[in-house]
């Protein structure tokens, strides 16, 4: 079984920046892909960013690119979404998510999942 942790969501000003964290137990996470999602009130949940934990491979989605960045700490078990930036629109519920096969945008391809955290960016 995995567990996935998120931490690190708050109230921010447009322009601010946040840092979340994600903490994952369970297993070993080598063969993985680790990705951030998040979800509006009223949307579907949309892929932000993935990284490959052998390669440290990275994905983004376009709108978040050279704004978000998706790094690892192999010793900690840990996955972060550092984002810069911040913009109203970037309000959601940002959920971590672990998974090994598949690609790495569709929800789908992830079979674990965090309760997710709240980012709140006023204008």
């Known amino acids: 079984q995995v567990q996935l942790v998120e931490s690190g969501g708050g109230l921010v000003q447009a322009g601010g920046s946040l840092r979340l964290s994600c903490e994952a137990s369970?297993?070993?996470?080598?063969?993985?892909?680790m990705g951030w999602f998040r979800q509006a009130p009223g949307k579907e949940r949309e892929f932000v960013a993935a990284?490959?934990?052998?390669?440290?491979?990275?994905y983004y989605e376009d709108s978040v690119k050279g704004r978000f960045t998706i790094s690892r700490d192999n010793a900690k078990n840990t996955v972060y979404l550092h984002m810069n930036d911040l913009e109203p629109e970037d309000t959601a519920v940002y959920y971590c998510?672990?998974?090994?096969?598949?690609?790495?945008?569709?929800?789908?391809?992830?079979?674990?999942w965090g309760q997710g955290t709240q980012v709140t960016v006023s204008s």
């Open positions: 998510a672990a998974g090994y096969s598949g690609s790495y945008f569709y929800t789908k391809a992830y079979a674990y």
């Open positions: 369970g297993r070993t996470f080598g063969s993985y892909r």
């Open positions: 990284i490959f934990w052998i390669t440290g491979n990275t």
